[in-house]
């Protein structure tokens, strides 16, 4: 994969394409320069009669001057899930007055938005064809784990006895990033994680998926302060109101979505816009329970931010006169540090 990146430009009704090999994993750092920095990079991009909708893009970014609306979307646009709100304050802050959007349905959104047809459109809505996971999908990585400690039981029982069942089970499935919550009929919650990469989405599994995240019943101690730092794709299915809530915060450029409602006869499929928060309050939950600590946040964001901005923080507004001292972390500017301790401290928005 190139990690191609395609970028528009609409200005007085006239559309402007570009495309840059490599340039799909610029866009947060592009983006964050402002509408006026967005138009000198460009200039470094291939000019293309056409927009790039290939099924294999990487990256795409729309800059509308006419309606002053921003349209983006990439893959691992800004580190973890919860870092995406602090990098949507920063971008706000750069793109004054102007409409943003994360591109949830990328090749849908991006076609409406240029008035096109393209034929991805259509092999998009054919990808989406129903899959047949194990009836392990769920439990495949607790019983992995058991297996690998097999040989040390007396070990595994005495962590088990130290830190609870659930614990040990969320140390096993550290690595998956799909979480799907069935609310049954009558109104038991079951709770599961997986992995979905190379799915595209969840969706394709179909109604099955409910079945097999019952198996096993209940896990109420399944929901741990910091689950929020590794969930990247959750849906909420409700068996009474035969409905499903989805999110993924890294779709695929074509993602399968639209087509998959095929796959639930008799279900209804909604995009859940609230993300991660919006999936555990449906329940009945709080944001708490999941939620990663304030010092968790910052250490994200010191990771994050100077990775995206490759120490050039001209475009990440300043505490003017602030001075904090983080350990570890001198190498940042004060006023840098101030302003990232600051955005830890709006985890609740």
Sequence with gaps: MSSDGMYAIRRAGRDSFYSGRWSAPQIARTLLGGPVHVEEYVGSLDPRRAPDMAICLCGAVFVDFDRRALLFWTFDLFGSGPLRGDFLRLLAIRWPQWRLRQAALPLQEFAAALGLTPPELEQARADATLVDPGDDIFTAAWLEHQA?????????????????VEAVRAFA???LEAWVTVRAADGTLYDQRCGSRGLGSLLRVGPRLAALAQIGGPRPGMLRPGL???VRETLFIDEARRTVHWWQADPPWAHPGPGCAALWPGWTLELDEGGLRSHVERSGRTFAAIRMTQEERLAALIDQVPRTLRGDFAALPRLAGASVVVAGHSELPADVLSTLVALAGRADE
Excluded: L, S, Y
Aim: proline share 0%; net charge negative.
């Design 228 to 230: 929020e730092r590794n």
């Design 148 to 164: 690998d400690f097999a040989c040390v039981a007396d070990d595994q029982a005495a962590w088990i006895a130290a830190e609870g």
């Design 173 to 175: 499935e550290r690595g």
